[in-house]
C-alpha cells in the first residue's frame, strides 16, 4: 500500500460530486438517470494532484470526452443496440481518446473511462428523444458541478497539488504508434468473444482490455492482471447481497458516493482494492438500470472479466515479442 499523495481530497471531491446531484434527481424522483450523474463526475477524476486552476483545463477536456462517451452509448442504445458493431465503435473511440489523453496531460485512465460510459448506456431499455436529452443534460450539469468544486479549491491556500500543468505535445505524435494500434486491436477482439459469451454485458470485455492496454508499463502486467481479477471476484462477491437484494434509491444515494470516494483513495495505492471497489460500483449500478438483472450478472461480469483480460494478456505478449525481436535485431 503506497502512501498518501492527495488522494483522500480526491476522493472527498469525487464523491461530493456524486452526493449532490443524486440527492437533487432522489428529490424530482428520477432515480433511472443516476448513471449520468455517475459518468458526468468523471470529470473530477482528470487532472489527479495538479494545481486547481491548471486542472481546469484538463478537467473540461476530459469531461467533455466522457460527456460524447455517454452520449455515443445511447447513440449505440438507439440505433445499435447490443449489437457487436456498436461495441467496435465504442473500441475506437477509446482508441483515439487515449492517445488525446496523453497529448494533453489529462492524468488519468481516459481510454477506459470512454469504454465504460459508452458501454454502459449501449445497454438501455429503449431510448427516446426526451430521455437522451435529460441523460445529456444530468450528466452535463453533473461535469460542471465538478468543475465548480476544482474552481472553489483553486481558491484555497492550501491545495493537495504536488505539479503544475504538465506539458502538451501533438496528437499526432501520440496517435499514431503501435500502442494505439495493439490497444484498437485487443479492443476488437475483446468485444467480439465478450458478444458471443455475455452479449448483455459484452462491454466489459472491452473495458477489461483496456486496462491492461492503456497502461504503457507492459512489464507490470501480470501484477496488473492479478489485482484485476482478485479485485473483481472480491467485489463481486460484497455485490452479491445487492444484486439479490435490488436496493433502494437512498441505498444507491449513500453507497455510490462512498464507494467513489474509496476507489479514488485506494486506486494509485494498491490497484486491487480500488478494483474491488471499482466493482462493485459497476454492479450497483447495473442493478440500479435493470433491477430486474438478478445475480446472474455477477457471473456475466466474471465472465467478460476473464475475455477481456485474456485478450489484454495475449496482446501485452505479442508486444513483448516484438520488442525483443526488434532489439535482437538492432544489437545484430
Known amino acids: 500500500m503506497s502512501p498518501l499523495n492527495g488522494d483522500i481530497q480526491v476522493g472527498v471531491k469525487a464523491g461530493i460530486c456524486l452526493l449532490v446531484p443524486l440527492l437533487i434527481l432522489l428529490g424530482l424522483g428520477r432515480p433511472d438517470l443516476f448513471g449520468a450523474v455517475g459518468f458526468?463526475?468523471?470529470?473530477?477524476?482528470?487532472?489527479?494532484?495538479?494545481?486547481p486552476r491548471a486542472a481546469l483545463r484538463i478537467q473540461a477536456e476530459g469531461g467533455s470526452a466522457v460527456l460524447g462517451a455517454v452520449m455515443l452509448g445511447v447513440a449505440i442504445s438507439a440505433f445499435l443496440p447490443k449489437s457487436v458493431a456498436g461495441l467496435f465503435i465504442i473500441a475506437a473511440y477509446?482508441?483515439?481518446?487515449?492517445?488525446?489523453?496523453?497529448?494533453?496531460?489529462w492524468r488519468a485512465p481516459a481510454g477506459l473511462f470512454m469504454g465504460f460510459a459508452a458501454g454502459a448506456f449501449s445497454n438501455l431499455n429503449e431510448v427516446t428523444w426526451p430521455l437522451a436529452g435529460q441523460i445529456f443534460a444530468t450528466a452535463l450539469a453533473t461535469s460542471l458541478f465538478g468543475l465548480g468544486l476544482t474552481w472553489l479549491q483553486s481558491l484555497g491556500r492550501n491545495t493537495p497539488a504536488t505539479s503544475?500543468?504538465?506539458?502538451?505535445?501533438?496528437?499526432?505524435?501520440?496517435?499514431?504508434?503501435?500502442?494505439?494500434?495493439?490497444m484498437l486491436t485487443a479492443g476488437l477482439v475483446a468485444a467480439l468473444l465478450g458478444w458471443l459469451v455475455?452479449?448483455?454485458?459484452?462491454y466489459w470485455a472491452l473495458v477489461c482490455s483496456l486496462v491492461l492496454t492503456t497502461r504503457p508499463l507492459r512489464h507490470r502486467w501480470k501484477i496488473r492482471t492479478l489485482h484485476r481479477v482478485l479485485g473483481t471476484v472480491i467485489g463481486a462477491v460484497i455485490a452479491m447481497p445487492l444484486l439479490v437484494w435490488t436496493p433502494s434509491p437512498w441505498v444507491a444515494v449513500i453507497l455510490l458516493p462512498l464507494?467513489?470516494?474509496?476507489?479514488?483513495?485506494?486506486?494509485?495505492?494498491?490497484?486491487?482494492v480500488g478494483v474491488m471497489f471499482i466493482t462493485v460500483q459497476a454492479l450497483l449500478m447495473t442493478v440500479i438500470a435493470h433491477p430486474a438483472s438478478g445475480p446472474d450478472v455477477a457471473v456475466e461480469r466474471l465472465l467478460a472479466t476473464a475475455v477481456g483480460l485474456g485478450c489484454g494478456i495475449v496482446t501485452i505478449?505479442?508486444?513483448?515479442?516484438?520488442?525483443?525481436r526488434r532489439q535482437r535485431h538492432g544489437k545484430d
Open 259 to 272: 464507494v467513489q470516494a474509496l476507489t479514488e483513495i485506494f486506486v494509485l495505492r494498491n490497484y486491487a
Open 198 to 202: 455475455t452479449p448483455e454485458h459484452a
Open 164 to 182: 503544475p500543468a504538465p506539458t502538451t505535445v501533438p496528437y499526432r505524435s501520440k496517435l499514431f504508434t503501435a500502442d494505439t494500434v495493439w
Open 317 to 324: 505478449l505479442i508486444q513483448l515479442l516484438a520488442d525483443r
Open 40 to 51: 458526468g463526475a468523471f470529470s473530477t477524476l482528470f487532472a489527479r494532484n495538479i494545481q
Open 94 to 105: 477509446a482508441s483515439v481518446i487515449q492517445p488525446l489523453n496523453q497529448a494533453r496531460g
